[in-house]
Structure formats: C-alpha cells, structure tokens
C-alpha cells in the first residue's frame, strides 16, 4: 500500500511557524472517481483553497499544515464557492483529523480526532437530510413538500443539541450554537435558490423560516466572516427577507438601499456595496453609487477589492475608444470597426440560439425602418461557434435580417474587451467611434431610440 500523500503548509512566516504544533490530517477518498481532495481556510466569509492533495493507492489523501488561525475549516472535493461535497472541520495547534469521505458524507475514523470534531460530526448526522436536499441537490431530488417537513423535524431535534456536548475549549463550546444556527439557515435558504421542480410561494414557507433575520447574522461580521460559505448564507437570508417584506430584487442604488435595511453592521454594508459594483458595466453607473456609499469602503481588503473593480471598469468608459475589431459579412467580407467613422453606430451582441436576442429582433427591425434616412449604422455581430456559422448564414436569410450582419465565431475579443457575459448586448457609439455606452437600453424599450436621436443631434 502507498504511504499517504502528505502536503506540507507553512500559514505562518519565520520562527513564528515553530510556535505552534501543526495540523494532521490523512483519510480515505471512498468515491466512485477518485478526485483531488481540497483544504480550505476561511477569508472574511469565503473558502478559500490552500492545499490539494492527490488521493493515492486506495484513495489515502493527507495534509499537515500550520493553522492561520484557530476556527473552522473545510475540507472535501468540491468547489470553493459550495458547500456541496465541502464539509466543516475545527481546528487548532496540534490537532489531528482521521477522516473517510463518502459519496455524499463522511464518517471520523481511529481515536485521534479531536472533541470539537467528534462533535461537529454530531452535529453534521443529525442535519444530513437537510443537507442532501438542499446542498446535494444535483443527485437528491427534492421539492419543499418534503423537505419542508423534515426542517420543521430537525430544527426541533436540534434545540439543546448543544447542551452537555462541552469540549473543553472554551472558544469552541461559546460558539458552538452559532455554527448551528449557521447551518440552519444555510440549508433552509440554499434549498430556496437552487433549481426545483416546485418552488413555494411565500406563504408557503414553513415556520422556521420566519425565524431567519439577517439583522441576527449581521450585526457584527463574526457570523458570516468566519464560516467557509458566510458570504452566501449572508446574501440567501437577506433574498428571503425581502421576498417576506414584498422587496422587488433591484440593481444599482436602490438595490443596495434595499439590502441596508438588513444589515445593521457598515462592514457588512460596504461588502454589499462593492457586490453591487462588481456586477456593473459602466464606470458612470459606478460612480454613481460610490459617490454615495464610498465612505463605507473601510478595511483594506475592502479597498484593494474596490481598486480592482474600478480599474476594471475605467477602462470601459464614455468616451474611450471602441474596440476595432474586423468580422466578415454573410458574403464573406471583412469589415472593420473603423470603416463605421463618421455614423453613430448601434451593435447589436447576439446569437441564434438566444431566445431574448431573437424576443428583440422584430423591435430592430422597426427601430431601423424609423430611422431610415439618419447617420445610423446598425450593425449585429453575432458569437455564435464556428461550427454554427452556417445556421446563423441561414437565419439571417429566412428572417430578413437587416442592418450590417457580422459573424465573430464565438466569445473572442469582442466579449472579452467588452465584458460580455451574457446576450443579448446593445451598445452605441458616437461618430468618431468612442463609446457613448457598453449596456444601452434594448430596441424594446423606447429610450433606446431617444437616446440615438440625441446623440445623432450632437
């Protein structure tokens, strides 16, 4: 049998490494296909990977590390962002972990394990049918007509499951019911935001639900900074609460007005604010919020967070020049960005497969027939796949395509330079190929074609 593979982590720098007794974890990887195995620590919410160990012979897998800090880990093959196939362990100096990972557990093996592990594990028997329901759902098929029942069941079965479940550590035993409540709350809005072939409507939430507030997560940033998924347990709960105050989900300031009546601690807020901003497309758009809750932006990696959304999007701003790309035409023509100068041009980012690009398509038509006669050039581009070029070919016949049809091949430059992730995509710009915007209002809304009016007028 082949040693178990042992990976070596120094958390910490210089003598400062030797003060402390290292962490030793080795088990079993028991899955039908052997994956790397994965060890996470905890970054202000988040997991974040630190060592991968490659399970060898008969699936044996191990770490040794120093711990950054005393607190909860995770450790499985999953993905950083989910829980699914990650579970949580406890650990500090000295500690050892003897562990099998199952198809969808895990069960603690030999003596050595330490007590706060032995009772996580508890813990994590007693609330499994709620976790395959709402985190494995992928292989566990499930409706809220019955997991309903069983949150209702298990939440009951886990008041005073913590009493006389003493470690000895003090720092483990004082939080120990914060990491339930956690867990809870975690399986309950998981199942609610992930795919199902019945959703509840809101009067259809079983009680325990009405006992998740944000405002009891959010009050410091301890709950959610210190567990692997607290980043989304955070978010999950406030999406439930505004669906229970009848709050339309919103984007931009409002969105994240909506989100502060649910967080009561301005850490929390400025995270909420910088997610807000990562979503936009404009460094207007930016601006605009930051110019208003900026001051929230407080902890450093708050601002080197901030730092790189706005480096990223100054670079796409009003008046910076267009890509000049060059795609050719049904007849096999290049065109080029450049051979536009002199009209404002509206690009249209579509594909044939996309049903709300095709849902646009008759208000195109009409927006160029209305302009018929103006210095506008209507150009759609699409990123279908190489393979589909014909069928694009095709469609622009049958449907009586007009404007300037041109054909990138797939997600290259084009939606690279401009940030597209997803379609359809309208932008416009001015007569001398700058951008007037990345993210213009769709031909079905009117604005668009006011705003083209303006901008023709200049």
Not at 4 to 29: C, D, N, R
Not at 219 to 239: D, H
Not at 280 to 306: C, H, P, W
Not at 432 to 442: H, Y
Request: charged share 25%; glycine share 8%; with cysteine.
């Amino acid at each position: 049998m082949k040693k178990t593979l042992l990976i070596f982590i120094s958390a910490l720098s210089g003598l400062a490494a030797f003060a402390q007794s290292p962490v030793e974890i080795k088990g079993s990887l028991e899955k039908e296909f052997l994956k790397p195995v994965k060890l996470f620590k905890v970054v202000e919410g988040n997991a974040v990977e630190i060592a991968t160990s490659t399970p060898q012979g008969e699936g044996k897998f191990g770490f040794i590390f120093y711990p950054q800090y005393e607190g909860l880990y995770a450790l499985g093959t999953g993905n950083s962002g989910s829980p699914n196939d990650n579970y949580k362990f406890y650990f500090k100096s000295g500690d050892k972990l003897s562990v099998r990972l199952l198809d969808s557990s895990y069960v603690l093996t030999g003596t050595e394990n330490s007590k706060e592990n032995q009772i996580l594990t508890q813990w994590h028997d007693l609330v499994f049918p709620l976790e395959q329901k709402a985190i494995n759902f992928m292989k566990v098929q499930s409706t809220f007509v019955d997991f309903f029942p069983d949150l209702e069941s298990i939440t009951e079965k886990a008041k005073g499951f913590e009493q006389g479940k003493l470690s000895g550590n003090p720092k483990f035993d004082k939080h120990l019911k914060s990491y339930m409540n956690s867990d809870l709350a975690l399986y309950a809005t998981n199942f609610l935001s992930t795919p199902r072939s019945a959703h509840p409507a809101t009067d259809e939430l079983s009680p325990f639900y009405e006992t998740i507030k944000a405002k009891d997560f959010a009050t410091t940033t301890q709950l959610v900074y210190e567990n692997p998924w607290g980043r989304r347990l955070l978010s999950g709960i406030i999406m439930l609460n505004m669906k229970q105050e009848k709050i339309k989900y919103a984007q931009g300031i409002q969105g994240v007005k909506d989100q502060f009546v649910f967080l009561p601690n301005d850490t929390l807020k400025g995270d909420a604010v910088l997610d807000a901003v990562s979503r936009l497309k404009t460094f207007e758009a930016y601006k605009e919020i930051m110019d208003q809750y900026g001051s929230l932006i407080v902890t450093s990696s708050q601002k080197k967070r901030n730092m790189d959304i706005m480096a990223e999007l100054a670079q796409l701003k009003a008046g910076d020049a267009g890509l000049n790309f060059a795609y050719p035409d049904p007849n096999g023509k290049t065109v080029k960005f450049e051979d536009l100068r002199g009209k404002v041009v509206l690009i249209d980012v579509w594909a044939t497969w996309c049903g709300p690009c095709k849902a646009e398509i008759p208000y195109l038509k009409k927006l160029e027939e209305e302009m018929k006669g103006t210095n506008l050039q209507i150009v759609s581009i699409s990123v279908d796949e190489a393979k589909d070029k014909a069928k694009w070919a095709k469609m622009i016949k049958d449907e009586n395509l007009g404007g300037l049809q041109l054909f990138a091949s797939g997600w290259g430059d084009l939606a690279q330079y401009y940030k597209i992730k997803g379609i359809p995509r309208f932008m416009i710009f001015d007569k001398e190929g700058k951008i007037v915007t990345t993210d213009s209002p769709r031909p079905s809304n009117p604005e668009l074609k006011t705003l083209l009016n303006k901008i023709l007028q200049q």
